[in-house]
């Protein structure tokens, strides 16, 4: 079998924990899937006369699939992105506005759960009852990458044929250069920036389920961004001063500048946790792990796409 011969395909459970019948509307662009299945042996192991073991039991079963996605918008402002469905089921909502917008920011309910396929080269694996969590790196000189990661509450393996009559996003990503960004309104010179969702994903036990799992579940978050800035002056810009201080910045970035592909991120509430000292190619650098805090509820981070 051929790795690079797949394809990728998610849909939200109308039935939390059901897995759904995947088709050609639910496949999108996804690069470097992987599946992992999970059965917990239960292993016998009396006292007796003999130190032979008995067989284990298979017992609960899951699944796992993690996979990255490109960050990148629509032909048409105001439509949704084409991973919409494994976005929400992050815990992301989506707010459309025909012809101008798509906006993501954190939820806290109605999130939903989905089933995850991977097609390759005659044999799908699927995982259901699914949620995850995500980290968005962005790193100059390519495109925004998002990093997915879901837990399932259960997995199927079968011959299958490949999903006909996709039609998979065609929108090219932009690039990480002159994107415009800052923090506490200070233009740092990086190379990288990663924000991550940092969603707590824990499986419902569930002894009436076939698997031992009702679905996956987000029971927290806690979302970081880290970042490499060049070492300046402190009257340049004072990074230990504001970790000191506990101060709360904003962070700005854009990509692109094409009507439903330029994506702005940005987070109101950027609080340091952790500045270390580093380097990169003989230049002095810090290494800043933030806190992404809320401004008002469900707001920590939000990515708007025009």
Excluded at 266 to 274: I, L, M, N, S
């Amino acid at each position: 079998m051929l790795i690079q011969r797949a394809q990728f395909a998610a849909e939200v459970e109308g039935t939390e924990g059901d897995a759904e019948t995947l088709v050609a509307a639910d496949a999108f662009l996804a690069f470097n899937p992987r599946f992992e299945p999970r059965i917990d042996m239960h292993e016998r192991y009396p006292v007796r006369a003999s130190l032979s073991r008995y067989a284990s039991l298979p017992g609960a079963r899951s699944g796992r699939m993690t996979f990255d996605v490109e960050l990148v918008g629509t032909s048409s402002a105001g439509d949704a992105v084409h991973f919409t469905d494994v976005f929400q089921a992050c815990g992301v909502g989506e707010t459309l506005v025909g012809g101008t917008s798509a906006t993501y920011v954190p939820a806290s309910d109605s999130i939903p759960s989905v089933t995850l396929g991977r097609y390759m080269d005659g044999k799908r694996h699927r995982i259901w009852g699914a949620r995850g969590s995500a980290r968005l790196v962005l790193e100059v000189g390519k495109p925004g990458i998002f990093s997915f990661d879901f837990q399932g509450a259960d997995f199927d393996e079968a011959d299958a044929s490949f999903l006909s009559g996709t039609s998979l996003n065609s929108v090219t990503p932009p690039v990480c250069q002159d994107i415009s960004l800052t923090i506490d309104s200070y233009s740092a010179v990086l190379a990288r920036v990663e924000i991550d969702l940092g969603n707590a994903i824990t499986l419902r036990r569930d002894a009436n389920s076939s698997s031992g799992h009702k679905s996956a579940v987000i029971t927290g978050r806690r979302p970081t961004l880290s970042f490499d800035p060049e070492n300046v002056l402190v009257a340049t810009e004072d990074f230990l001063g504001n970790w000191r201080s506990g101060a709360q910045m904003a962070f700005t970035a854009t990509l692109g500048s094409a009507a439903g592909n330029t994506i702005a991120v940005t987070a109101p509430a950027v609080q340091y946790q952790e500045v270390r000292e580093g380097e990169r190619e003989g230049l002095s650098v810090l290494e800043i792990v933030g806190l992404l805090a809320q401004s008002s509820g469900d707001d920590e981070w939000q990515i708007q796409i025009t």
